[in-house]
């Protein structure tokens, strides 16, 4: 195991892991945006897309993330 990138200092797989892969959600709004810092940092590009604002999807360049 590996300690998340999100900061946390806990295991990835205990912190950020289940929500990246829709196991659950994020309990607060922290928690989303640790979730999408540590989808950045591990190249999940599909979680940062699905966890934009619907409004706000049309404007995201995955090339470019």
Do not use: Q, W
């Not at 590996?2 to 205990?14: A, N, T, W």
């Not at 945006?33 to 940092?41: E, H, K, L, Q, V």
């Not at 590009?45 to 049309?58: M, T």
């Amino acid at each position: 195991m590996s300690v998340c990138p999100c900061g946390s200092k806990l295991e990835f797989d205990d912190c950020c892991s289940p929500v990246l892969s829709g196991e659950r959600e994020a309990a607060t709004a922290e928690a989303l945006m640790r979730a999408r810092y540590s989808a950045y940092a591990t190249g999940n590009i599909d979680f940062l897309h699905e966890s934009l604002h619907p409004s706000h999807r049309s404007d995201h360049d995955r090339n470019a993330t």
